[in-house]
């Protein structure tokens, strides 16, 4: 199947071609027939599948048919107390500043043949700068919800000319508490839209948001049994921690120049692995929710540009990077969500490209390892380093972790009269009982 063939306009379909896409990913095949049809729709897919494109493409196609036409009518039911020039055809939410910018990227790259304006706004940098560009021609409109709820309350902009909302990531911005920022959001955009929700995974808190946002949803799950992609070749790398940083040095020297994307679970553990690996020689740089949005901009640009060989991220920052053909995933620190541990090495081994996930795991970490496993169904090979062993071995497939905390014993009641096996509390009970018969 090509892109052609799903009736999207030329001047589409020539900037996918110029991209260098061929043939459209299942994601693809299943949402943009339905997504053009002017269905809502619920899509789970993994990172790395092409949903961008699954929603951006009859996006366009939609919004661009009916540019000469008068814009819609329908009110809002919350309006802002500025009147602009600008009318906001199609809003999309993200959780991340990173995932934003990348999704306005490819709006700006599907549309380069056509005269529909985008824009991002995060919080992060000034609101200046994007009050000016809100108040020209803006069609698409790409943020995160607290940004975007600035603005709104301060009238810089209107929605009420909306006619696609599309929530990108929605089980992340449910995790990071982004709901009533959301539904406060909803109230500003007309009641007849498009909805388009995608996600990941589809939680609990997924199914009933989406049942309170979409109008007789197309379902598409796209999730195979497998849940990671087989173009990740994953290995697990026993460790202490004190030597975590000299096997990644290790490992970083044996790539010899590719780079790698590696993800720690703390920011100032980021600040500290960057430190170690620039004092042996090793080009570093840090990216997560300390650094002000220039400087994290800065360091995603010069990885991205092959300036520093290795970029140490926190997980704020991974469904939001993306990179072509980066070869390495490393896992410093597993993740306390297993689900993120997917996010993770879902940067590596995309658009069919084959990449490499590593993880560090040390003996505290052998839990959160298990869990892993689990979620994805498979166990993942390990492997000893020679000079690198660790003090203490995983344990044995099915056996339950020992966390070092002695069983407490149950301590027998001093002074209480036996009853076979009654515990010390029904013992009592019943001896109560007995006096209390005794005195009626």
Known sequence: MLFSDFGLSEPIVRAVVDCGYTEPTPIQIQGIPEVLAGKDLLAIAQTGTGKTAAFVLPMLHKLSEREELPPPTAKATNKPTKVHRG??????????RELA?????????????????????FGGMAMSPQIRQLRGRVDILVATPGRLLDHLQQGNLSLSQVEMLVLDEADRMLDMGFIRDIRRIISYLPQE?????????????????????????????????????DTVAQMVYLVD????????????????????????????????LVKQLTQEQISAIAIHGNKTQAMRMRALS????????????????????????LPHVVNYDLPDCSEDYIHRI????????????SSLVCGDEYSQLRSIQKLIKQSLPQEVIPGFEPSQQPPAPGKPTNKGRPRRQRRPAASAPSHGNLSPTRTILKDRKQRTRAVT
């Open 87 to 96: 009318a906001i055809r199609a809003l999309i939410l993200a959780p991340t």
């Open 101 to 121: 910018l990348q999704v306005e990227a490819s709006v700006q790259r599907y549309s380069t043949h056509l005269r529909l304006k985008s824009m991002t706004i």
């Open 193 to 229: 839209r498009q909805n388009l929700l995608f996600s990941a995974t589809l939680i609990h808190e997924v199914k009933g948001f989406a049942s309170s946002l979409l109008q007789e949803p197309t379902l598409i799950d796209i999730r195979s049994s497998q849940v990671t992609a």
């Open 241 to 272: 921690r004190e030597r975590k940083h000299h096997l990644l040095t290790h490992l970083i020297q044996q790539a010899q120049n590719d780079q790698m994307l590696v993800f720690t679970r703390t920011k100032h553990g980021a600040d500290r």
């Open 302 to 325: 010069k990885f991205k540009q092959a300036s520093v060989q290795v970029l140490v991220a926190t997980d704020i920052a991974a469904r939001g990077i993306d990179i072509n053909q």
């Open 346 to 357: 879902g940067r590596t081994g995309r658009a069919g490209a084959n990449g490499k996930a």
